[in-house]
C-alpha cells in the first residue's frame, strides 16, 4: 500500500485527517454549551452549524481552483492557515462575550477545513502508485474517527466540565455582575481548547512548509466550470449522490449535535455526563467502520448502504417513540450505521466522471452544507413542539434519501451485471 510512498509527507497529510475529525466534533458539542452559557433556544444554538458548514460550502470551489492552479501542498497551507486564525480568534471571543464572533471565529476555522479536505484527499492518493490510491486513501480517513474521538474528550474535560449548574431560571434572576462572571469563567473553558489545538496545528504547518512535499497537483488538466457542470447535470447518479450526501450530512450533524441535549433530556443527566454517550457514539463509529470496510469484501457497498440506512431508520423511530434508556441506546446505535455513509456515498458519486472527478468531488464536498440547514430546521421543530424526541423527523427522513439512493445504484449495478 506504501511502496514507492513518501513515509513522512503521508504521516504528516495523514495527520490533518485526524485534526479536521477532532474540529468537526468538538464542534458539535458547543450546541449544548452555548445553549447553557447565552440560555439560547434550540435553534439559536444552530447557527454553530449554519456558520461552521456554510464555510465547507463557500470555500469547497475556490479549494479547488487553488489546488489547481498551485500545488496540493500549497492548498494544504492555506487551510492549514485558516484552519489557525480561526482557532486563536476564539481568544478574543471569549473576552467580548459576544455569539456572534465565535460564530465568525468558526467560519474562518471551518473554511481551512474545507480547503484542507479538498487538498489532502486527493494528495493521498498522488502519493504513490495509482492502484494504491483507493488503499491509502482508506488507511488516511481511518484516522478521522479517531480525531472524532479526541474532540469530544477534549470538550468533556475543558468545555463542558466547566459548566455552572445554573439553569435558565436561575441565570435570569441573576444581577447582570454575577451572571457575566459565570459567563465569562464558561467562555474561557470553551476557548481553551481550541487556542491549544491552534499551538499543535502552528507546529504542523511549519512541518510541512519545510519539508520537501510531493509536488503533484492538476495543472496538466483543463478545469472549465461551465462545460464540467453541463456534464455533470448529465449524470443522474451524480446529482443523486449530491442529494444523499447532503441529506446524509444533515443527518450525521442532527443526530451528534442533539445528542448530548437527548441524553440529558432522558436520563436526567448533565452535560458532561452525557458526553460519555456521545464518546461511545463515536467509539461506535469508529469501529463499525472498520467492519464494514472488511464487509466490502462480501457486500456491494450499494447493498451495504441501503441495509444500514434502514437499519438507521429504525433506530431513528426508536429515539422519536420510546426515549428513555432504550431511546438513549438507539441514538447512540445510529453511528454505527452511519460510519460508511459519507465515503460510500461520495465512491458512489465519482463513478465514471473521468476528467469531471476534481470538481465532482467538489460538489460532493459543498453538500456538507446539509449538516447546517437541515440542523437548523431540527432545532426549529424542537423548539416549536417543546420535544426534542419529534425534532428526530429530520434525521428520520434523511435517512429515507439515502435508502433511496442506495437502492437505485443497486439496481443500476444490478442492471448492468
Known sequence: MLKK???LPFILITSLFLMWGLANNMTDTLLSAFKRIMSMTDF???????????AYFCLAIPAAILIKKYTYKTGVLMGLALFIIGSLLFYPASITMVYGHFLAALFIL???LSILETSANPYIIAMGPEETGTQRLNLAQSFNPIGSIIGVLLSKIFILSQLNVAGEAERASMSAEQLTAIQSEELTGVMGPYVGVAG????????IFFNKMPTASDEN???????????????????WAVIAQFFYIGAQIGTWSF????????LNLNEEQSAD???????????????CTYLMKFISPERLLAGLSLLAILLTALVMFTGGLLGVYALVGISGCMSLMFPTIYGLGLRGLGQDTKIGGSGLIMAILGGAVLTGIQGQISDATQS???AFIIPLLCFGVVLYFALKETKVIENKA
Open 5 to 7: 510512498t513518501p513515509i
Open 110 to 112: 471551518a473554511g481551512g
Open 200 to 207: 499543535f496545528l502552528v507546529l504542523l504547518w511549519l512541518l
Open 259 to 266: 445528542t448530548i441535549r437527548y441524553v440529558m433530556q432522558e
Open 44 to 54: 439559536q444554538t444552530t447557527f454553530v452549524q449554519y456558520a461552521f458548514y456554510g
Open 388 to 390: 426534542i424526541n419529534t
Open 277 to 291: 454517550y456521545y464518546l461511545g457514539a463515536l467509539i461506535l463509529f469508529l469501529v463499525s467502520r472498520i467492519i
Open 221 to 239: 488538466s483543463t478545469f472549465n466550470f461551465g462545460e464540467a457542470f453541463g456534464r455533470l447535470l448529465k449524470k443522474r447518479h451524480y446529482v
